[in-house]
Structure formats: C-alpha cells, structure tokens
C-alpha cells in the first residue's frame, strides 16, 4: 500500500521559516519525480516545487523561487522542503506528490497535478501578518 505522510506544517509568523517533510512507503516502482503543492481556501490547488529523482534536478513556482528549497533523501525516501521568508499567501494545505511512471522531465509538466501518480493528505501551514 502506498502512503505519503506529509509533516512539519504549523503556525509561523510572516518573515518565518518552516521545514515540510513527507515519507514514501510502499511505491510499486521506482520513484521517478517528487513535488510539493499547496491549496488555499478556495483556491485551486498549485504546484510549488519539483524534483527528479534521478537528475535531481528541481522547478520552482515563480513566487516561492529563491525563498524555498526541495529535497529529497532517495535513501530514507523522505521529501523535504525549507520555507524561508513565509509571507501570509503562502498559508494553506500542503501536499506532497509522487510520480513513479518514467517521462521525460525537460518536458513534462511537473508542477502539474496530473503528472502525479500518488499523494499525501497534507499538512497545514498559517502564516500569519
């Protein structure tokens, strides 16, 4: 059974920092990319940032460029992302996706939600002003 445990979220002040982590278990493949979304309260859900497994190559939405930073331990299968810098539009669910179908990734749309083979249930981040 697939599971995608998000964790890390709370409350932080604007200017803040938070760090997200999510745990794979149970993939029928090999992990080929990893990405974080977020959904505010409605909004639709976006996604933020990207990684390659293989590549480790990475694709950031514009407006958390520079601020936030994925990673991803292929070892503990752990998906992490550094949220520096939080603004309060930065607030809102948090989910971690995985993609374990091949592709290639200069051309996929991997801040897309259909890219994604699996997801988490997420883990909510307030940031206030």
């Known amino acids: 059974q697939v599971q995608l445990v998000e964790s890390g979220g709370g409350l932080v002040q604007s200017g803040g920092s938070l760090r997200l982590s999510c745990s794979v278990t149970g993939l029928p493949s090999p992990l080929y990319a990893m990405a974080w979304f977020r959904q505010a309260p409605g909004k639709e859900r976006e996604g933020i940032a990207s990684?390659?497994?293989?590549?480790?190559?990475?694709s950031y939405r514009n407006s958390v460029r520079d601020r936030f930073t994925i990673s991803l331990d292929k070892d503990k299968k752990t998906l992490h992302l550094q949220m520096n810098s939080l603004k309060p539009e930065d607030s809102g669910m948090y989910y971690c996706?995985?993609?374990?179908?091949?592709?290639?990734?200069?051309?996929?749309?991997?801040?897309?939600?259909?890219?994604?083979?699996?997801w988490g249930r997420g883990t909510q981040v307030t940031v206030s002003s």
């Open positions: 996706a995985a993609r374990v179908s091949c592709g290639d990734w200069y051309t996929l749309y991997v801040l897309s939600q259909s890219t994604y083979d699996y």
């Open positions: 990684i390659s497994s293989n590549l480790g190559a990475t």
